[in-house]
């Protein structure tokens, strides 16, 4: 009889579909921490080190030398690290050894987010009748808003990452909908622990942004530094209290500086602005750039000095004004095909 | 082992599912009450009993052969091991549904029904899944009052089907179809209440005549 010794693949194995990512048992995981361990012990021996105290960084530097390689992508370089680094956090396989699912939302294909939707009307229920409870007991019912101002709820790549699933738009919208409708209703003790898992505090973004208090000089003048930037220009300030309005750039006075009258303007608009023409000396160190760029620079550094002497509301003016706001335009590069940043070369049409 | 699984086969009502329920339970619960006229389908026409102000009246005694095949029949697969799947697109008992389903430590499915779960299912799970050895449907139809997707994928994939068809549902791919109301809550109530004592039923008899085996 003649036997058929070499088959290819691809008579040995059906028109099978693409499964989805591999999924790992909880047994397969900690076998391969257990030899990862093993591992770990035999490197330290083989370096001459003590197997105790032997950390990740050494177990890298250990792998380098032992195993070097040119490539670029740090990633496809050999590694040797904790399973749980290299397996990705993943739902391990959901049934047990008979084939039962161990959720009993299994079959819906998104376990969490259903099973959190469940859970969450089950307490939007609870509520209902508690309240049910407390109108038939002729109670009223407690109104103590929570204050909403500093919390947000989750965004959907966190809730995304809690649950171990990919969610849709709609399904998130639909959740939160849920989540601010237990909200509306006067809620007790324990609902609002459930509910301040999903919320997340929002800083104040206005309290980052520290006012320096005023500096006395050796003279009792109160002085305030500043620095500001544009383009390429750099440039620190120090304002002086009590003064006749005279500044000094770079140790030359301002017309010899800056002829232009236009750049004279830019450093006069702060003090316009908050009607303290007169009243301020100012002595400037300016860097870089060119003509505007030092005067627009040596503007915000006084701008930014002046916060110091003036009112909390006259800040956010001065904020809202555009004074304090440092300007983002630098000089696009060149591309190359093309002239200049945008301009393109001559056309021709033969 | 051959004559534990042999042994409830032989009788026609081995788990006594008669007594759980009784005529006047059904007419107490509203299960006769079926929609108008109008919505009326054609092959529901054998189990209606008649029709009162355009409302149409589902028959009680065939209602009653009919669960009691049903429920028979969902104790011999609780006893068996198998994977139960409660089916209902009625939003306003989701929840008591998926409540049922686990009491009875059964799988329940009360939302979108995603097109390849059943027939695709390697795809969609991986590739040793156990699919459902039945599927009870408390609400046949789904938002759209269009037979669900559900029943003509069990039947592609040779899963028997127990459900409650109300008057405007079609019966027929369905193996154990119980003609009966799936819009009031008392109903809905009624039935999550025979099912779960049905399965929990079944599974204690399984977990007594294995102890007692093991002990002979």
């Known amino acids: 009889t003649l036997k058929l010794i070499c088959t290819t693949t691809a008579v040995q194995r059906k028109n099978v579909g693409a499964s989805g990512p591999e999924k790992y048992t909880e047994a397969f995981i900690k076998k391969q921490i257990e030899e990862f361990n093993l591992g770990k012990r035999h490197l330290a021996n083989m370096m001459g080190e003590d197997p105790e105290t032997f950390t990740q960084e050494d177990i890298d530097r250990a792998i380098a030398y032992l195993f070097p390689s040119g490539l670029f992508d740090k990633q496809a370089r050999p590694m040797m690290k904790h399973p749980t680094e290299i397996f990705p956090e993943q739902r391990k396989i959901q049934w047990g050894e008979d084939g039962r699912p161990f959720h009993f939302l299994f079959y819906t294909g998104k376990q969490s987010y259903y099973s959190l939707m469940h859970e969450t009307y089950e307490k939007l229920l609870n509520v209902q009748k508690y309240q049910d409870q407390l109108i038939a007991q002729d109670l009223p019912p407690k109104k103590e808003k929570k204050n909403l101002a500093g919390t947000r709820w989750l965004t959907k790549i966190e809730l995304e990452e809690m649950l171990l699933e990919k969610l849709s738009d709609d399904d998130y919208l639909r959740f939160i909908q849920l989540l601010q409708k237990l909200m509306a209703l006067p809620c007790g003790d324990t609902e609002e622990k459930y509910i301040e898992k999903f919320s997340r505090e929002v800083p104040v973004q206005l309290q980052k942004v520290v006012i320096e208090p005023l500096k006395y000089d050796e003279r009792g003048v109160a002085f305030s530094t500043g620095e500001g930037t544009r383009k390429t220009a750099r440039a620190t300030t120090v304002v002086y209290d009590n003064g006749t309005g005279k500044i000094t750039v770079n140790g030359v006075s301002l017309l010899s500086y800056f002829p232009v009258l236009q750049d004279r303007e830019q450093l006069l608009f702060p003090f316009q602005f908050l009607d303290k023409v007169g009243k301020h000396d100012m002595v400037c160190t300016v860097s870089g750039g060119g003509r505007s760029a030092q005067a627009g620079a040596i503007r915000l550094a006084s701008a930014k000095a002046l916060r110091s002497f003036v009112t909390e509301k006259e800040v956010e003016f001065m904020r809202q004004a555009g004074l304090l706001t440092p300007d983002p335009r630098v000089k696009e590069r060149k591309k190359p095909g093309q002239e200049g940043a945008r301009r393109k070369f001559t056309w021709k049409k033969r | ?216």
């Open chain 2, 1 to 216: 082992d051959d004559k534990l699984l042999a042994e409830p086969l032989s009788h026609p009502d081995f788990f006594n599912v008669k007594e759980l329920f009784s005529l006047k339970d059904l007419f107490d619960a509203r299960v006769h009450l079926g929609h108008k006229k109008g919505c009326r389908h054609r092959f529901m026409e054998p189990y209606i009993f008649g029709c009162r102000l355009d409302q149409d009246i589902i028959d009680l005694d065939q209602t009653m052969q009919h669960l009691q095949l049903a429920l028979n029949f969902t104790a011999h697969i609780a006893y068996r091991k198998g994977i139960i799947l409660f089916v209902s697109r009625k939003r306003q008992f989701c929840h008591l549904v998926e409540g049922t389903a686990r009491d009875c430590g059964e799988y329940a499915h009360t939302r979108y029904w995603q097109g390849g779960l059943l027939t695709n299912s390697h795809v969609q799970f991986g590739s040793s899944v156990r699919l459902p050895d039945l599927i009870i449907f408390l609400s046949s139809l789904n938002n759209v009052f269009e037979p669900h997707v559900a029943i003509r994928d069990a039947a592609k994939m040779n899963i028997p089907t127990v459900g409650v068809v109300d008057t405007n549902c079609n019966p027929c791919l369905i193996t154990y179809p119980i003609p009966g109301n799936d819009d009031s809550p008392t109903a809905m109530e009624l039935y999550c209440k025979l099912f779960r004592m049905t399965i929990i039923r079944a599974k204690d008899k399984r977990r007594q005549t294995e102890v007692f085996n093991e002990l002979q």
